[in-house]
């Protein structure tokens, strides 16, 4: 597609279960962000790709939190030990030459 | 501590007339800003930019001020529509970091615009 697509839309969840979010970026863009949006907050920033290495993960919040991309493309945001506080909305951006960010329309975590 | 905010949560103005959202940040390394615009159950959108060495940036309906010495930046937008009633995020980043995409978000500012 043209735009920033991510799966799954909506994810529900039990305490302690492990989830994985996809995001797959708009081709050619070589620098996927992920970043994190709880309610009534701005998105906050989570980590940063730029081809299959990560530039800067400063904003990952714990270690249960890890990001891969291993073809430089796709992009997997792994959680483990799922915690209700992680209740929120995931955001995956990937960045024109120019800068300018293009997020998919996110994924909705719910942990129970 | 916020880097970037956005005191007012909601505005509400007439079909037609100015909308002015207004965003102030702490971080004097912060060189590049954005306004970013959010409709429900999607993502943000990119709006308008404006670098730290201009003050004014001018798109269309949309332009964005920046003062530096105040460290406020606000996105005026003439007439106001009703399809602007949107969620408007205020970010700012250092770019000259490299960090081209850690870019810090204020809170947003629910825009109704009121046919």
């Known amino acids: 597609g043209a735009g920033v697509s991510q799966t799954p839309s909506n994810k529900v969840t039990e305490k302690g279960k492990y989830v994985e979010l996809r995001c797959d970026p708009i081709?050619?863009?070589?620098?996927l962000y992920w970043y994190r949006q709880s309610l009534g907050q701005g998105p906050e920033f989570l980590i940063y790709?730029?081809?299959?290495?990560?530039?800067?993960d400063s904003g990952l919040p714990n270690d249960r939190f890890f990001a891969v991309r291993p073809e430089g493309s796709v992009s997997t945001l792994k959680i483990q030990r799922t915690e209700r506080g992680d209740s929120a909305v995931y955001l995956c951006?990937?960045?024109?030459?120019?800068?300018?960010?293009?997020f998919g329309e996110g994924s909705r975590l719910t942990v129970l | 501590d916020q880097q970037v905010k956005q005191n007012s949560p909601s505005l509400s103005v007439q079909e037609g007339r100015i909308s002015i959202l207004n965003c102030d940040y702490t971080?004097?390394?912060?060189?590049?800003f954005l306004w970013y615009k959010k409709y429900p159950a999607e993502g943000p959108t990119f709006l308008i930019s404006?670098?730290?060495?201009?003050d004014k940036n001018e798109d269309g309906r949309f332009t964005v001020f920046l003062n530096k010495s105040a460290k406020h930046l606000s996105l005026h937008i003439v007439p106001s529509q009703p399809g602007d009633s949107a969620v408007y995020f205020c970010?700012?980043?250092?770019?000259?970091?490299?960090?081209?995409?850690?870019?810090?978000f204020g809170k947003g500012t629910k825009l109704s615009v009121k046919p």
């Open positions: 971080n004097s390394m912060f060189d590049y």
């Open positions: 970010a700012a980043s250092e770019r000259g970091g490299g960090s081209q995409g850690n870019l810090i």
């Open positions: 404006i670098s730290s060495i201009k």
């Open positions: 790709f730029q081809g299959t290495g990560a530039a800067d």
């Open positions: 951006a990937s960045s024109s030459p120019k800068g300018e960010l293009f």
């Open positions: 081709s050619g863009h070589t620098a």
